[in-house]
């Protein structure tokens, strides 16, 4: 691959990365806290304190971004081709575990030899659970979980360098799972590519 | 056993400040202790009338707590307001033990003097007399405090309605982290954010709170003042979570991650000296101090399933403290050190346990199928905890014993992460 092949490939696959994040409303485009305290006192909460930057949220609103409709036109993005197995990226666990299984390995190879294609390209794992447990046990077992496909990619080569891990515990899962095959869903970790 | 005396509900609105407006704490009460004490208090003589109804609040407290029965005062002809006044026959025929009598003088300036005293019926004794001169926005307070002194005399024990609590609701997509005084009355919200906040904790000295919130895509920690000021704890790379003060609130102990699996921690107030507590390959989360400050429990994976253990708070040697049940997580101590409060996974039910440390005897507390966070009172009577009502989130508390047990819901709002602040000075 040329350098300029690869750039265009990096631009237009960050484009369309942008585009998926707009339309569905991941946590990546969520605008962050305010406090809302009304006392006397809220006011200097409200000022950017150094440590605090969050607080300042609510009047520095996160800018939208609009992308050109046509910029979605590039089809072979790899990531993005629903016949390419690096489209998949959800990673399944059993209650109270985080062992990779098997039927994941092709999925995890295929992620570890784009990320040494692409030594630009960063992923963030993040680890979800069930609702069952507690919050901070849950977050606990959901780091564990993007960090046992952290590892599985290590084995294969990929730094660290390129690999953030990050766990939502039970927070993002579905509300109220009233079955198995609910709370099966939320016992896993994603890949997602940096920007998408 | 438990016998369903009270059954009540208050409905108490609350003054919020959020986009989460209009929702109401309503707190339902059912048992009682076995011997409940006979109290009547007579309603407050007032120098202005309908000025106040700090009796009214007293009696809600008493009532709460389940160990006293409420005497309807209404049929008794004098209102005596001092112990001068008390015509004991009257008060012995109503079969009252003991009875609170009282007076609100309004003084200039939105000022108030307010006299009480506690009186024993039968040996026609006074038990306790206090006074108070306060403004207006402290008569709840004061009510608060009245229904303590009466609680410790009769009791023995210290007092817990002068305390608030702390929960997150969950309301139209946004979390807020909300205060309200420990009868539901005077709800405000902290923090506000439509990623998930989590974990809130007390400073011993009930002035501010640490939290973990999502609001960057990952959990940090934050300290925030009542009063509104914010500063992050801890940002470190990976996860920052479970904060939990040291009793002298000079320093925490908290969850890092750095990228990998979850481990204890220890950090000043102020974010400073962060030292690792304990070093394992498993999961170590879920930090609680003893009150004399020497241990830190925790919850750990290292032996299979979730268990709790026990580290001193300068590092060491890791000691396993429970045995039964499946799992064990989130565990609190009693604030006399005596008591382990946990969450056990109970034949697939998460329900709470109450684990005596001398003896290891363990006492199943709730009956919920997904009850979490059990919070103490300040007095160790009560553990306020999360439970689901529905598919919301309630707040559910119970008496240390098991035999009183109250709901708070929020009409329309699902709450969780309850945690019971220390008595107000």
């Not at chain 1, 690096?86 to 390995?105: G, H, N, P, T």
């Not at chain 1, 690999?163 to 939320?186: H, L, R």
Request: aromatic share 6%; glycine share 8%; with cysteine.
């Amino acid at each position: 691959m040329n350098s300029s092949t690869w750039n265009t490939k990096l631009l237009s696959s960050l484009a369309l990365a942008l585009i998926l994040a707009a339309c569905k409303s991941t946590p990546m485009v969520d605008k962050p806290a305010a406090v809302e305290d009304r006392s006397p006192a809220a006011a200097s909460a409200a000022k950017p304190a150094e440590a605090a930057p969050a607080a300042v949220a609510e009047t520095a609103a996160v800018k939208e971004v609009v992308i050109d409709g046509n910029a979605g036109a590039n089809g072979n993005n790899p990531l993005k081709d629903p016949n390419n197995i690096l489209s998949k990226r959800q990673v399944y666990f059993d209650y109270d575990s985080d062992a990779v299984k098997a039927e994941y390995r092709p999925l995890i190879e295929a992620h570890a030899k784009y990320l040494l294609a692409n030594r630009n390209a960063k992923v963030i794992v993040q680890g979800n659970t069930d609702e069952r447990g507690s919050r901070e046990y849950n977050l606990s077992l959901g780091q564990r979980r993007s960090v046992a496909v952290k590892k599985s990619l290590n084995l294969l080569g990929v730094q660290d360098g390129q690999i953030e891990t990050v766990s939502f515990g039970e927070e993002k899962a579905t509300a109220a799972c009233a079955d198995e095959s609910c709370a099966k869903q939320n016992r896993r970790a994603d890949i997602v590519y940096e920007n998408e | 056993m438990l016998i369903p005396i009270l059954r009540i509900v208050l409905l108490l609105v609350s003054l919020c400040l959020s986009g989460l407006a209009h929702s109401a704490l309503e707190i339902e009460i059912s048992g009682g202790g076995a011997q409940q004490l006979p109290i009547a208090i007579v309603p407050f003589a007032q120098s202005q009338p309908g000025s106040d109804n700090l009796s009214s609040i007293i009696q809600a407290d008493l009532k709460r707590s389940g160990l006293f029965r409420l005497l309807e005062t209404a049929g008794v002809t004098s209102r005596p307001s001092d112990i001068s006044q008390i015509k004991y026959a009257e008060w012995v025929a109503l079969q009252a033990q003991a009875m609170a009598v009282g007076k609100v003088e309004a003084l200039p300036g939105n000022r108030y003097n307010i006299s009480f005293q506690l009186v024993d019926v039968l040996k026609q004794t006074q038990l306790a007399s206090v006074q108070y001169n306060v403004s207006a926005n402290q008569l709840r307070g004061t009510a608060h405090k009245i229904a303590d002194v009466i609680y410790q005399k009769l009791t023995g024990e210290s007092g817990l309605f002068s305390s608030r609590i702390a929960y997150v609701a969950k309301l139209n997509g946004r979390y807020a982290l909300r205060v309200a005084d420990v009868d539901g009355e005077n709800a405000v919200t902290m923090v506000s954010s439509k990623e998930p906040i989590i974990s809130p904790t007390w400073s011993p000295d009930g002035s501010k709170m640490a939290y973990v919130s999502f609001e960057k895509k990952k959990p940090i920690i934050y300290i925030q003042t009542l009063s509104g000021q914010r500063t992050i704890l801890a940002n470190f790379k990976g996860n920052n979570s479970a904060p939990a003060w040291s009793p002298d609130g000079s320093k925490l102990a908290i969850v890092l991650t750095y990228g990998a699996n979850s481990q204890l921690y220890t950090i000043n107030a102020d974010g400073s000296n962060l030292q690792p507590l304990t070093k394992s390959s498993a999961i170590d989360t879920e930090p609680t101090w003893s009150p004399d400050g020497q241990w830190i429990y925790f919850s750990s994976d290292r032996g299979g399933r979730p268990q709790i253990y026990k580290v001193a708070a300068s590092g060491g040697d890791v000691q396993r403290v429970t045995f039964e049940g499946t799992f064990n997580l989130s565990p609190r101590v009693s604030p006399d050190g005596k008591f382990l409060a946990m969450v056990r996974n109970d034949g697939g039910k998460y329900r709470l346990a109450l684990q005596e440390l001398a003896s290891g005897q363990v006492q199943m507390l709730s009956e919920g199928a997904q009850d979490e966070s059990p919070s103490f009172a300040p007095n160790g009577r009560v553990l306020l905890y999360a439970t689901r009502s529905g598919d919301k989130g309630a707040l559910a508390a119970v008496s240390s014993d098991g035999s009183v047990r109250q709901r708070l819901n929020e009409s329309g709002g699902d709450i969780r992460e309850p945690a019971w602040g220390p008595l107000i000075k």
